[in-house]
Structure formats: C-alpha cells, structure tokens
C-alpha cells in the first residue's frame, strides 16, 4: 500500500523547492566568499606593489610631519624587498627593481633592532659618506650643511602636539601655542627642507663621525632634539644604520591629518578635529 505523503507531488514540489533554495544559498556564499577573498588579494597587491597607508606616531619629523598625519608611501621607487610585503616573509634577500634612496628622501624603513617595527625618517648619508654632528650643525663628508635661521615654527597645542623639548606659550585670543627654533638645511645638489634645533645640549647635536658601509644609509628626523635615528645605536635606542633591504617605500602624499581631539562618539568632532589644510601635500 502506498504512503499518501510520499505519493503526494506536493511533497516533491516542496522539497524541490527547497533543495533549490538551499542551492542558491550555498551558491551566494560561495560568490560572496569569492568576492572577499577578490577584494582582499587586490588589496593585498595594491599595498605590496603600489601604496602603502601610514600613520604618523610621533614628533620626530616635526615640522614636516605632525603627530596624526597619515600619508601614503610609495613602494616602487626603491623596488622591492621582503620588507615590501605584509609580515615581512624571507621569500628573498636583497631588493629587485627601483633605484636607491636619494639624500633628502622622506622614507619609510624597518628599524634594525627587530626588523618589525616602522620609522620614518630623512635620508641623510648615502653608502660610504661621513656624517657627523658639531654644535648642532650637520656635516658631510667634513663639509658642513648650510643651516640658516628662519622664523619660528608656532603651532596649536592639541591631544596630537605634545610639544616636546619646544616652548609653551598663550597667544593673544587664549590659546595654547608650541613655538620652536627652526632653521633651513640645503643639502649637496640643492635640496631644501626644514629642521627643529631648539636644545643646545642635546645629546645628539655633537658625534663621532659615522662611516656609512655599503648596502646602508644614515636617517635622520628633521625634530633634532627628539629623534631617535642614526645617530645613536640601538642600543641606546636609536636605528644605527639602515640596510638597504629594510626601506618599505617614499613618502608621496598626506591623504589626511587630525589634531587628536575627535571623539569617536561625536561624528561632528571628526570635522573639526582635522587638519584640512594639510591634506594633499606632497613631499
């Protein structure tokens, strides 16, 4: 005798329905989890070979770079190296393509002292220079760099300028200012840019002469007094020399900047917290 429900075609009709459905849903997944895992090697392709986002932690590179500025650094102009892709996986040694950093570079690198962590910092002495530091002046290669006297550099006080080893002062409406001493070094072949020096007695502003090796180069943070770069070692906390192979890329272009005084809860503040005179600077 025959079961009535499973004779029934309505039955089928309805399990045919839903083996469909469940089909269709097994095949959306599937097309989403395709679209992410798209979307991410894109991605992951684009910040490997293309550009790279950054974030500005410190006052180092004052005043080019303010605490909260975020800018894009390029990958192709050094090439490539391990350090190029995320992790840092040892796939191979040395750098392909792209030429070598050029003195007055902005430039992203791995520090030395874990091959991990990201500085930016000015490229200052090439491979086989002779760096040294006197009274605050910088040297190459026992010529001294023109440093000329400019006006001050004066900025806002805000979550994002702590305004280390600088002068705090109230201006005339009220407000909390950081004035520094700030001059204009020209490097060998023109180049220009602005440096912070308002500590006489900074524990960098006299050295040893440093000899750059081969395959290396001497950074330095435009923020004289508060900069840890090439010229103290890692053990005293600073970077020593950078190898080649640890440059990620140059600095390009600031794609945003904010003071820190946003709240992540006040949507409106995120309008006036930035710094939107800064956004598409180049370097």
Known sequence: MT???????SNDA???VHQARGEQML???????RTIVGAVLIALFLRSFGYEPFNIPSESMLPRLYVGDYLFVAKWPYGYSRYSFPMGPPIFEGRIAGSAPER????????????RTDFIKRVIGLPGDIVQMRGGALYLNGDAVPKRRVA??????????????????VDESGERMCRYLRYEETLPGGRTYFVLDSDPASPGDDTAPFVVPEGHYFMMGDNRDNSSDSRFSIAEGGVSFVPA??????AEIMFFSTDGSASWLLPWTWVSAARWERIGRLF
């Open 3 to 9: 079961d009535p429900e499973t004779a029934d075609p």
């Open 14 to 16: 309805s399990r045919a």
């Open 27 to 33: 095949g959306s997944m599937k097309e989403g989890l």
């Open 104 to 115: 007055g570079d902005v430039a992203v690198f791995k520090t030395p002292s874990d091959n």
């Open 152 to 169: 001050d550099f004066v900025v806002p006080q805000s979550p994002n300028m702590a305004c280390l080893k600088g002068e705090v002062f």
């Open 245 to 250: 192979e640890n440059f990620v890329g140059r």
